[in-house]
């Protein structure tokens, strides 16, 4: 599987924090403590990075923000909702698209357990 290892580390994470801190808080605060958490555990990571748009050959820049890129390679986004919907995972798969990553994580902290909140997605 592509980059096992480091979607293991990244998944580690994620359960540290959900343990710590529970389900119920929003997105912003499980962000941040998982910032905390690749940096205690010295995973490389860039935070809200800016995507852009391709059209017509030209780069627009909507705003759009990736919760994580981690080292370069995993696109992580982050969610706090009751269920995962389909299109959680169709945004999941646009932001592969305009980062140009192979590999993404979905991970809805919004559970009881983490495992069951997790979606890992391939281009």
Do not use: W
């Not at 096992?4 to 499980?30: D, K």
């Not at 555990?41 to 705003?63: H, L, M, W």
């Not at 983490?114 to 997605?121: A, D, F, T, W, Y």
């Amino acid at each position: 599987m592509l980059y096992e290892e480091l979607t293991g580390q990244i998944i580690g994470a994620a359960m540290e924090v959900h343990r710590e801190v529970g389900p119920g808080l929003l997105e912003s605060a499980y962000q941040a403590c998982l910032a905390r958490e690749f940096t205690l555990r010295n995973i490389p990571f860039e935070r809200e990075k800016p995507v852009s748009v391709a059209y017509k050959g030209t780069q627009i820049d909507c705003g759009y923000r990736l919760d994580f890129l981690v080292d370069g390679k995993v696109v992580v986004e982050l969610k706090s909702v009751s269920a995962l919907e389909p299109v959680h995972e169709a945004q999941l798969l646009t932001y592969l698209k305009l980062a140009k990553c192979k590999v993404g994580l979905l991970i809805n902290f919004h559970v009881l357990i983490l495992k069951s909140g997790i979606k890992r997605k391939m281009l």
